[in-house]
C-alpha cells in the first residue's frame, strides 16, 4: 500500500518561512519522479515543482527563487523550502509521485499553509 504524508504546513507570515516534508512509503521511492502540488480555494491543482530520481528539478514561474524541492533517497522522503512566502502562496500542498515506466501515481493527503498579509 502506497502512503505519501505531508507535513509541515502552518501559519505564517508574509516574507517567512517553511518546509514541508513527504514521507513515501510502499513505492520504490528512487524510481519515482516527485512533485508538490498545490490548489487554494476556487482554484485548479496546479504543480510547484518537481524532482527527478536523478536531481533534476523544475518550478513553476511563480516560486523560482523562492522555493526549493530536494529528496532524500534513503530517508524516502521529498522536501519543499519555501522562503519569502506571500499571501497568494495560501494552498493546500500535496505530495506526488509517479512512477514513469508503470505510469502510476499517487497523492499525499495534503498539508494547508497560510500566509497572512
Known amino acids: 500500500q502506497v502512503q505519501l504524508v505531508e507535513s509541515g504546513g502552518n501559519l505564517v507570515q508574509a516574507g517567512g518561512s517553511l518546509r514541508l516534508s513527504c514521507a513515501a512509503s510502499g513505492l520504490s521511492f528512487n524510481l519515482n519522479i516527485m512533485g508538490w502540488y498545490r490548489q487554494a480555494p476556487g482554484k485548479q491543482r496546479d504543480v510547484v515543482a518537481t524532482?527527478?530520481?536523478?536531481?533534476?528539478?523544475t518550478y513553476a514561474d511563480s516560486v523560482k527563487g523562492r522555493f526549493t524541492i530536494s529528496r532524500d533517497n534513503a530517508k524516502n522522503t521529498v522536501y519543499l523550502q519555501m522562503n519569502s512566502l506571500k499571501a497568494e502562496d495560501t494552498a493546500v500542498y500535496y505530495c506526488?509521485?509517479?512512477?514513469?515506466?508503470?505510469?502510476?501515481?499517487?497523492w499525499g493527503q495534503g498539508t494547508q499553509v497560510t500566509v497572512s498579509s
Open positions: 506526488h509521485a509517479y512512477h514513469p515506466w508503470y505510469r502510476r501515481d499517487y
Open positions: 524532482i527527478t530520481s536523478a536531481g533534476t528539478t
